[in-house]
């Protein structure tokens, strides 16, 4: 019982993580049809931030938190204004292969930086102290992840449906040039939602950090875990997204727990029927 | 009325949700015959042409083609049965050299397209032949060159000629002075004057001179179903037909 | 995308092969302790030319083609171990392997395109490396499989130390491998696929059955995939489980793009940079390499090469390609 418990949370933590990183990839690839491979590094960036701002600079960590995500927001507003927007029209080939070599360049430029070591995020008092919620104690970084992944979710879906932005962004992943035609400031938009979801992945790199250990390579290290979700998800899906990430996310941590010499195969296969199941995205219908 | 049409339509019913495209279209094409189908915008025709090809499946009803029951073949079968189609937007492989196109479509008739050891160009025959057709449509010293580099109609031109190649029993063409510059329009009809007399043709088009001297008979498709069928001329007064195409620019 | 080899004259075709037999006498005579680098090159160039078929000529992007790799290497060093260990018998066992685990996976990875397809081939690739991971006593898991040790080369030189053996065998694999690809890529099965790759409805339209098609072109691929693997477990008497991960896939798909896809050429070329990068910026960082290989990257994207090429071929082709004339008043 207590090992099913540590399973469903350890799971949803996952899942959550998973999540909070994936969902940007989710909509810039639902937005702008465009496939970031370099996505990754966000998550990377927003992590070795925060861990040089609070282990090397003494920042309070909520402070380094913040900085860290605001930074990595900025980054990739940047980035896209500046490299990705003239890569919309091309190919897919073309855009894998373009990310993947910016991702390269990210990874040699960290390791430049900071070198191959692991980088910790020293967690403070408050938050590496079990809770007591009665029925349980849990690590309190698990309970910071659970809930900024609900108020991300819950966020979000206010965003969405009770915001011009939201309309703005709905209409722009339906249909761009009709939005572009009805004076919805399609590149504004474009911008916002990517600098939104590279700080949102800057914000996972950094909650995740114990799972997911910061190093140059982390960026392709975990590609195929942010492809898996966002794929099985469906682009462009938020909802979908966080359903396959929980789901996701429980079974490798049972795989983990439960046959851990099979590795991650549970993993692949459950994604590989849930694709086939689903091409178009977990909670969407095919036509 | 010859008794064994070489496509024949029963009742084909075809909706999308609560859509109805296409309600209870029966038709038949004989050998030789020419038939012009037309009508409004939005009239179904080339859902029409998709049910006929296995594009898309009907909700009822049946598509027999020289005696047989095609309805469950996929798309791939119908044409090796005889059933060959032109797009109405050009869909050639925009890289690949004309020449080699129109011989592709010859190794597909042909079955050679599973031999993967001699080299393409040892298939003389097949070149020959594919030079043939190009030459019948005018087109044979373009052979070497890409659909990129060539003017719309002769595109248009080029998917005839891929038509022709795999030798048809039934030619379906999906508009083919669709988009095609008024400069180029004579190339055009000319070459839909080289088809072979034997062919069973049904012709969609809004292009009413072209329909009206091209068709034998014509088929008046509005709202997804028959509205009128008969000799160009019997169309050409009809009430109703008129009805449905005012507004319309033909 | 490059088109297909169709209208050169025999003679220049064969440019390139001198090419790369010359550049292999080169390494041979004159950087003689380069040569088990240079067997890993040509290695590696199989796999990504069968890599070629897939993404190059039938314009499948694929991340899982390590399956194959993978699945020829296990097998030929399984074969080695408890069978036999000649070398030839070994690579068809490899090619085999390949051949099957394509045809497998085909059936269930070609019902779908795009994106899907794309994570579809990762996970039958992960799905594997797992698997591969479990069975360890079979494959050895984490340490890898080693032990076996390789017969004489038909019959007549045994590896040696040196790579010397090991180099002109895997030249020679390499370049047979070479010309039976363009072989089957110049026929009307090549063109074929070429065709799908260019615009699917027109081949369906033509009656061909597209996913019957590039089933046979993904087995084909699967073929020189499992010869690259087995080469490569037979020359470094070693398999891990990294032949069958995804960081291979990638690379490879970057080799091939770097090299230009869809004239096999290319691929080889493509490998001996990115791997010649790799080797000597390796040895100052074991990052180094990835800033150049990222601006290459970078700049092979922004950069066009297509119009360069576009531009080429029709140069060559108005030096009079064509060798049939087109016969008038034939009926």
Redo the contacts between chains.
């Keep these: 019982m207590q090992l099913l418990a540590n399973i469903a949370i350890d799971g949803l933590a996952y899942g959550m993580v998973l999540f909070i990183i994936s969902v940007g990839l989710s909509v810039t690839l639902g937005l702008m049809r465009f496939?970031n491979l370099a996505h990754g590094a966000f998550a990377m960036l927003g992590g070795y931030v925060c861990a040089w701002l609070v282990r090397l600079n003494d920042w309070p960590f909520v402070w380094g938190l913040i900085a860290a995500v605001l930074v990595t927001g900025v980054v990739g507003a940047l980035l896209e204004v500046l490299v990705l927007r003239r890569?919309y029209r091309?190919g897919?080939?073309?855009q894998?292969?373009?990310t993947?070599?910016?991702?390269?360049?990210m990874?040699?430029t960290v390791?430049?930086l900071w070198g191959?070591e692991v980088q910790l995020i020293p967690l403070p008092v408050w938050l590496s102290a079990p809770v007591d919620l009665g029925f349980r104690t849990l690590p309190a970084q698990r309970l910071l992840v659970l809930g900024v992944g609900v108020l991300v979710v819950m966020l979000s879906a206010w965003v969405m449906h009770f915001t011009r932005f939201g309309i703005w962004l709905r209409a722009a992943v339906d249909n761009t040039s009709t939005a572009s035609t009805l004076g919805i400031a399609v590149e504004r938009v474009q911008v916002l939602a990517f600098a939104v979801g590279a700080g949102l992945a800057g914000l996972g790199g950094i909650l995740g950090a114990e799972l997911m250990p910061l190093e140059?390579y982390y960026p392709?290290k975990y590609l195929?875990l942010v492809?898996?979700v966002v794929?099985?998800g469906g682009?462009g899906q938020i909802t979908g997204s966080l359903a396959a990430a929980l789901a996701l996310g429980i079974i490798e941590t049972a795989s983990k727990y439960l046959a851990s010499?099979?590795?991650?195969?549970f993993f692949?296969?459950a994604?590989?029927l849930l694709?086939?199941w689903r091409?178009e995205g977990l909670l969407v219908r095919r036509a | 009325m010859n008794p064994s049409p070489v496509l024949d339509i029963r009742g084909l019913c075809k909706s999308f949700g609560g859509l109805h495209v296409t309600r209870n279209v029966s038709m038949q094409l004989n050998a030789g015959e020419r038939v012009g189908l037309i009508g409004p915008n939005g009239a179904g025709k080339t859902t029409l042409i998709n049910l006929i090809t296995g594009v898309l499946a009907p909700n009822t009803g049946s598509v027999w083609m020289l005696g047989q029951d095609i309805s469950h073949l996929p798309q791939d079968q119908r044409v090796r049965l005889g059933l060959a189609r032109t797009f109405q937007i050009t869909q050639l492989a925009p890289r690949l050299p004309i020449g080699l196109q129109v011989e592709l479509a010859i190794h597909q008739r042909l079955g050679s397209v599973h031999h993967m050891w001699a080299a393409v160009s040892s298939f003389t025959p097949v070149r020959e032949e594919a030079l043939h057709i190009l030459h019948t449509l005018g087109l044979a010293d373009l052979a070497q060159q890409a659909p990129v580099s060539l003017a719309y109609g002769q595109q248009r031109l080029v998917e005839m000629a891929i038509a022709m190649a795999l030798q048809p029993q039934v030619l379906l063409l999906d508009e083919p002075m669709a988009g095609v510059p008024t400069a180029e329009r004579q190339v055009v009809l000319q070459a839909l004057d080289t088809l072979p007399k034997d062919l069973a043709i049904l012709m969609i088009e809004h292009d009413m001179d072209l329909v009206f001297s091209f068709a034998h008979r014509m088929v008046v498709l509005a709202e997804g179903e028959v509205l009128a069928q008969g000799a160009p001329a019997f169309i050409r007064q009809h009430a109703a037909v008129r009805t449905a195409y005012l507004g319309e620019v033909g | 995308m490059q088109l297909i080899h169709h209208s050169h004259q025999p003679w220049r075709q064969a440019i390139p092969y001198v090419l790369w037999v010359a550049l292999a006498v080169v390494v041979y005579v004159f950087f003689p302790d380069q040569l088990p680098l240079g067997a890993r090159i040509a290695c590696m160039a199989i796999f990504v030319m069968s890599l070629d078929l897939v993404v190059g000529y039938a314009g499948l992007a694929t991340l899982g083609h390590c399956a194959m790799y993978g699945a020829g290497a296990y097998a030929a060093g399984l074969w080695a171990t408890h069978v036999s260990g000649d070398p030839l018998v070994g690579l068809l066992v490899g090619a085999v392997a390949g051949a099957l685990v394509a045809a497998l996976s085909g059936l269930f990875l070609l019902r779908f395109q795009g994106l899907t397809f794309l994570m579809l081939t990762i996970a039958v690739s992960q799905i594997l490396e797992n698997l591969a991971s479990k069975m360890r006593h079979w494959t050895g898991g984490d340490d890898g499989l080693s032990g076996f040790s390789m017969g004489k080369v038909l019959g007549l030189a045994s590896f040696d130390l040196s790579g010397r053996v090991a180099f002109v065998y895997a030249v020679v694999v390499m370049l047979l491998s070479l010309w039976l690809m363009r072989r089957i890529m110049g026929s009307p099965f090549g063109l074929a696929c070429v065709g799908i790759h260019e615009n699917r409805l027109r081949m369906a339209a033509l009656g061909s059955s597209v996913t019957a098609h590039l089933q046979r072109i993904y087995i084909v691929a699967g073929f020189f995939a499992g010869v690259a693997g087995a080469l490569s477990a037979q020359i470094n008497q070693i398999v891990g489980l990294d032949t069958l991960g995804f960081d291979l896939s990638a690379e490879a798909l970057v080799m091939l793009v770097l090299g230009g896809a869809g004239h096999l050429h290319g691929a080889i070329a493509g490998t001996l940079v990115f791997m010649g990068i790799h080797h000597v910026a390796s040895a100052i960082n074991p990052y180094h390499w990835l800033f150049i290989i990222g601006a290459l990257l970078v700049a092979v994207v922004l950069l066009p090469r297509e119009r360069w090429s576009l531009a080429w071929r029709a140069r060559l082709a108005s030096l009079g390609a064509a060798r049939v004339h087109p016969s008038r008043g034939v009926p």
């Design positions: 496939i890569l091309s897919e080939l073309q894998v292969l373009f993947i070599g910016l991702t390269f360049l990874i040699a390791n430049l191959p140059p392709i195929v492809l898996v794929s099985v682009m010499d099979w590795g991650s195969m692949f296969v994604m590989a694709l086939a091409p």
